[in-house]
């Protein structure tokens, strides 16, 4: 062979190894990432799921991707979504927005691992066999926010005590509904509070039962924990304003919205969580073996210049007890 043929044969090979070490490089894994809430109101929260991976060790586009999808508050979407994103043959399903993307999930494969984050119980949901023991393809973050919804009723009492009628919003097609409104109507009686329901679970139903809470002439305003009231939260701090309504919320987006009072879980840290336990399962973790995660500590926020445009005056016991106060 003479020294242009071996430099021509030495040149075609260098061209077609690179080729054969693409291809045999490891497809890059795909989370599918669905979300009872709009991306709109979701920002901070993604990035904050995107850190949980970071930290695990994998960073979008490099060497995981992600593919989001959206059902904006319509529980109805949730199931299509799922068996999209299963058709797909995603790595790990991440759920988000409460129990309805939760359920559709598990409802959708029993195969594919799903880390789930949810506002109520993930035993009796039927998401896990146990907190500690999942068991199964499923386990995740639960944000307990559903089942404070006396602790909240309470301290409305606290800030607003002596209103003669507390309005309560509530999302009939949320799946912990009735255990919401059975624990609220549990909590009204024993601090003997009237209370009147207002059931909304689309925006035609929640003009109407804004409508009905202004007819009922409430004086104060228990918004129930879901996922479709955050996609609709700028309207719903809005209707309180409108009606110089002291109102209370589930997440700290609320006040920070313009609401008077928010307490439950630091939501952005539980989005982070999300995001670590889908790294732990890229890595090579089971959803059986990781326990269920619930929150620790729990935050109130209140917003001063809203009361002072509503013209209630928050005790310095209430003060005492926030752990944030937006001035």
Same mark, same amino acid.
């Given at each position: 062979?003479?020294?242009?043929?071996?430099?021509?044969?030495?040149?075609g090979a260098a061209?077609?190894?690179?080729l054969?070490?693409?291809?045999?490089?490891?497809?890059?894994?795909?989370?599918?990432?669905?979300?009872?809430?709009?991306p709109?109101?979701?920002?901070?929260?993604?990035?904050a799921?995107?850190?949980?991976?970071?930290?695990?060790?994998f960073?979008?586009?490099q060497?995981?991707?992600i593919?989001?999808?959206w059902? /904006?508050?319509?529980?109805d979407?949730?199931?299509?979504?799922?068996?999209?994103?299963?058709s /797909?043959?995603?790595?790990?399903?991440t759920?988000?927005?409460?129990d309805?993307?939760a359920?559709?999930?598990k409802?959708?494969?029993s195969?594919i691992?799903?880390v789930?984050?949810?506002?109520?119980?993930?035993?009796s949901?039927g998401l896990?066999?146990?907190?500690?023991?999942?068991?199964g393809?499923?386990?995740?973050?639960?944000?307990l926010?559903?089942?404070?919804?006396?602790?909240?009723?309470?301290?409305l009492?606290?800030?607003?005590?002596?209103?003669?009628l507390?309005?309560?919003?509530?999302?009939?097609?949320?799946?912990?509904?009735? /255990?919401?409104?059975?624990?609220?109507?549990e909590?009204a009686?024993?601090?003997?509070?009237?209370?009147i329901?207002?059931?909304?679970?689309?925006?035609a139903e929640l003009?109407?039962a804004?409508?009905s809470?202004?007819?009922?002439?409430?004086a104060a305003?228990?918004?129930?924990a879901?996922?479709?009231?955050?996609v609709? +939260?700028? +309207?719903?701090v809005?209707?309180?304003?409108q009606?110089?309504?002291?109102?209370?919320y589930q997440?700290?987006?609320?006040?920070?919205?313009?609401?008077?009072l928010?307490?439950?879980v630091?939501?952005?840290d539980?989005?982070?969580?999300?995001?670590?336990?889908?790294?732990?399962?890229l890595?090579?973790?089971?959803?059986a073996?990781?326990?269920?995660?619930?929150?620790?500590k729990?935050?109130?926020v209140?917003?001063?210049r809203t009361?002072?445009?509503?013209?209630?005056?928050i005790s310095d016991n209430?003060?005492?007890?926030?752990?944030e106060?937006?001035?």
């Amino acid at each position: 062979m003479n020294r242009r043929s071996f430099i021509t044969l030495l040149g075609g090979a260098a061209a077609v190894w690179p080729l054969a070490a693409h291809a045999q490089q490891p497809a890059m894994p795909v989370v599918g990432f669905m979300s009872a809430r709009s991306p709109e109101d979701s920002e901070h929260l993604v990035e904050a799921f995107r850190r949980g991976l970071r930290e695990g060790g994998f960073v979008e586009s490099q060497n995981v991707a992600i593919e989001f999808r959206w059902a /904006r508050g319509q529980y109805d979407l949730l199931p299509a979504i799922a068996a999209d994103l299963v058709s /797909r043959g995603v790595s790990v399903l991440t759920t988000a927005g409460g129990d309805p993307a939760a359920l559709a999930a598990k409802r959708a494969t029993s195969t594919i691992p799903i880390v789930f984050g949810l506002g109520g119980d993930p035993v009796s949901a039927g998401l896990v066999q146990s907190v500690n023991h999942p068991g199964g393809n499923a386990t995740g973050v639960t944000l307990l926010t559903t089942l404070m919804e006396p602790k909240r009723l309470g301290l409305l009492r606290d800030l607003v005590p002596g209103v003669p009628l507390v309005g309560v919003l509530l999302n009939p097609r949320f799946p912990t509904a009735p /255990r919401q409104l059975r624990e609220i109507e549990e909590a009204a009686r024993t601090i003997d509070q009237r209370i009147i329901v207002a059931n909304a679970s689309d925006d035609a139903e929640l003009e109407a039962a804004f409508g009905s809470l202004t007819s009922a002439r409430v004086a104060a305003l228990l918004v129930t924990a879901n996922s479709y009231f955050d996609v609709r +939260r700028d +309207r719903i701090v809005g209707f309180a304003a409108q009606q110089r309504l002291p109102a209370i919320y589930q997440f700290r987006e609320y006040a920070v919205a313009g609401g008077l009072l928010s307490y439950g879980v630091d939501i952005t840290d539980g989005y982070r969580q999300y995001g670590v336990y889908t790294a732990k399962i890229l890595n090579g973790a089971k959803p059986a073996d990781l326990p269920v995660l619930q929150p620790t500590k729990f935050e109130m926020v209140i917003n001063l210049r809203t009361a002072k445009a509503l013209g209630v005056k928050i005790s310095d016991n209430l003060l005492s007890l926030a752990d944030e106060v937006i001035e």
